[in-house]
């Protein structure tokens, strides 16, 4: 069910139905463009879209599918059933040029796998377009929509005679128009011409008795008669009667060919249908592809969970200005299925909701809608909208009464699969009065089990979304600095109205701004300045997600780096301490066999001292060479590889920032800023923070002594994890905070950072002075300016590095 009649209207679908009429080729396709109807079945609006979704991918494709002569041959099939009826020559040149253009989609579709265009192959199967009448057709009628000359026996033999009979004439004629021209009746660029299908000669007016024949008509200054000289007057009439009969002779082959097409005329009718069914999938198609749209899942149940949704005429209105719509993210589901959007005037809430209907229905009328893959669309039986004013002098109706009849057709027919949309609830009259009846009927709307969008200005809305099961609040996202809207909606959070942010930037008095806040009572401005810093809140929370993120992907990636060096090491270890027990078992073997060997050779020689001696020689060279303990050379320590020099900095002296490791080179001083450069990369530093060292140390730290890895440099990934482009200094003082800010400045520009975020706070101003002109100092800071109202303000520095 649809509510209100006027829907199509309201949501803007009589547009795109006039724009799918223009992209139809033929009054067939624009005949399926007025059928269009929202439909409530599921089944029906899944073969639907599916088919458009089928005919998009035949177009992207790009093969050689017919894009031309979709022409209805309807009327002509009706009159050729007609025992009887003849079928003029220029209706079987179009029968014959829509026939070509069906068969050409039937061998599309034949020629593809089954698979792939399941939908429109299967009803393909079904058209039936007989070759033995297009075969007919052709024999008679060529390319050009001519009959052809051997259509008949009879036909060709009149062609050839008139063929024989027009040279004749004009050979008689091209002799009298030379004598003419050398006689001087006529100027030489005249030619022979046609008058009242009889060939004449172009002559002078004065000169017209001088050649005998008939006169058959002058030029509009009579200077000029056109005569069919005697002579050629009876080969004329022959042609005349000749053209006579070669008409008979056609009528009587295209009486015949119209015989022989009544038999097919119910499949042809068929296949016609068939054809504009192309013609409009094909309409379909196209403005699918000019508005990107997207075939989401579709399932039988209440759910919108849209991604990047854009408002179609919207949409397509932009793209010829060369502009691009914000798009629209939204979810509702059994948990959340009413959604009340709140924000200032004109910050697109309206809109929104347009997109919500629009795209609803135009799916549900089968069509595919612009949104991105990965979205899902439900199936709604009821579709109801209260959008714009329906005010009624005639049936006595103010705005209000409109509203509230809407409003009764709502509660009274709305269940568990209605989506609903409602511009400005409850407004029209005294906003106490419309706040409490709006928030009964949303109650009751809640209940009901139904879907919908509702935006709103009333606070009490907003509460009520807040602690009730089913609701849930939106905000559209507005420029409070600018004063301008962003058209992002933000499902969560209830939104401002900007009321006094407006009213001062349009001029009011402050006087009368702050009687206003006064007026309207401490609750209701607490409740907007508790929204604003939620908001800010909420983005600084973000920003600290973003970072977390980022240092555990890194720590993640350093800990399986970790873990897996580790792994390498024990097996490394095991490797070495196994090589170690092999060895010591087989110098325990060598060394048990040597000494059996000397016991035994003791014991032959019975003890004698020499030989003793000379075996006990052996055993102690065998330990010796085998059991020597091998030196491991110490590597030096460089704990004092850092060597302070004394004497003033100055242009190419080596230097090290103070309690850090890295060296560089001095390239000039400015003032209490010294520039230098450490490897590739150059920085401002103070010259309070920097102390000189030696040749040897600035030549141990550039590589040509190699260092610890340990102690070389800065360890750039441990700076970037640990760095964070958010600096918070407030209840700092003066000279503690500029020491952190300028070590934080330090890693910021070695790291290579375009912006940061430095927050002071506002109190009276003095820290945010002293920050300021600090930043000043540094020649790689392009601009400063404050954050935006909604995340702080006057409160935080935003810092632009070139």
Known sequence: MLYPNTIEQKLGFDKLREL???????????????????????????????????MKRVMEIGEDFPSQNYLDATPYLKRAAIEGMLLTLAEFSDLKASLQTIRLCLRFFANQEPEAFPLLSEYAKTVKVDKA?????????????????????????????????????RKKLDAMLRTAKNSGWISEDVSLTVRNGRMVIPLAAEHKRKLKG?????????????????????????????????????????????????????????????????????????????????NPTFVNKQIVEWKDARHPLLHLSFQKQGKKVVPLNIELQEKQRILIVSGPNAGGKSVSLKT????????????????????????????????????????????????????????????????????????????GLGGAIAEAILEDLTKSGAYGVINTHYTNLKVLADKTDGLVNGAMRFDGEHLEPIYQLEI?????????????????????????????????????????????????FAEKNIELGIKERKLAQQLSEYTKLKSNLENNEKKLVNEAKQKAKNLLSDANQLIENTIREIKENKAEKEKTKTVRTELEKFGKKNLVIEEVEEQPSEDNIFEPEDGAITVGSYVRIVGQTAIGEVLALKGKDVEIRIGDLKSNIKLNRLEKVSNKTYKAATGE???????????????????????????????????????????????????????????????????????????????MQDEHPDRGGAGVTIVKLK
């Not at 009054?27 to 599916?50: A, H, Q, T, W």
């Not at 009628?141 to 009879?154: F, L, M, V």
């Not at 005697?230 to 008979?248: G, M």
């Not at 002071?760 to 945010?768: C, F, M, S, T």
């Open 214 to 294: 008939f006169v058959h008509d002058e030029s509009s200054t009579g200077q000029t008669v056109f005569i069919e000289p005697t002579d050629v007057f009876e080969s004329n009439n022959e042609i005349r009667e000749l053209e006579y009969e070669e008409r008979r002779e056609i009528n009587r082959i295209l009486m015949h060919l119209t015989d022989q097409l009544r038999p097919f005329v119910p499949d042809l009718q068929k296949a016609y249908g068939f054809l504009g069914l192309m013609d409009f999938l094909r309409a379909k198609a196209k403005i699918a592809i000019q508005m990107n749209a997207t």
């Open 133 to 169: 009448i297009t075969d007919a057709i052709d024999k008679i009628i060529d390319d050009r929509g001519q009959i052809r000359d051997t259509a008949s026996p009879e036909l060709a033999r009149i062609r050839r005679r008139l063929i024989s009979e027009q040279a004749g004439i």
């Open 356 to 431: 919500v209907g629009l795209i609803q229905y135009m799916h549900q009328c089968g069509l595919l809608v612009p949104m991105a893959d990965g979205s899902t669309i439900g199936f709604f039986q009821n579709i109801f909208i209260d959008i714009g004013d329906e005010q009624s002098l005639e049936n006595d109706l103010s705005t209000y009464s409109s509203h509230l009849t809407n409003m009764r057709h709502f509660l009274t027919l709305s269940n568990k699969r209605t989506l609903f949309l409602i511009d400005e609830f409850g407004t029209g009259t005294e906003p």
């Open 492 to 540: 969560g959070r209830p939104g401002s109205s900007f009321a006094f942010e407006i009213a001062s930037k349009i001029g009011l008095p402050n006087a009368v701004i702050n009687r206003a806040k006064d007026k309207l009572g401490k609750q209701q401005v607490n409740f907007e300045k508790l929204l604003k810093e939620l908001d800010i809140e909420r983005k600084v």
């Open 705 to 783: 002594k190699k260092l610890k890895t340990t102690s070389k440099g800065v360890d750039l990934n441990e700076r970037m994890m640990n760095f964070s482009f958010n600096l918070d200094i407030r209840g700092k003082r003066g000279e503690e905070a500029l020491g952190v800010l300028d070590s934080f400045m330090d890693n910021a520009i070695m790291l290579g950072y375009d912006e940061l975020r430095v927050v002071h706070g506002k109190g009276d101003g003095i820290l945010r002075t002293l920050v300021r002109n600090h930043l000043r100092g540094y020649s790689h800071v392009s601009n």
């Open 20 to 54: 799918l009429k223009e992209a139809c080729i033929s009054p067939l396709g624009r005949g399926y463009v007025e059928k269009i109807r929202f439909s409530d079945n599921f089944g029906m609006v899944e073969k639907l879209v599916s088919q458009t979704a089928e």
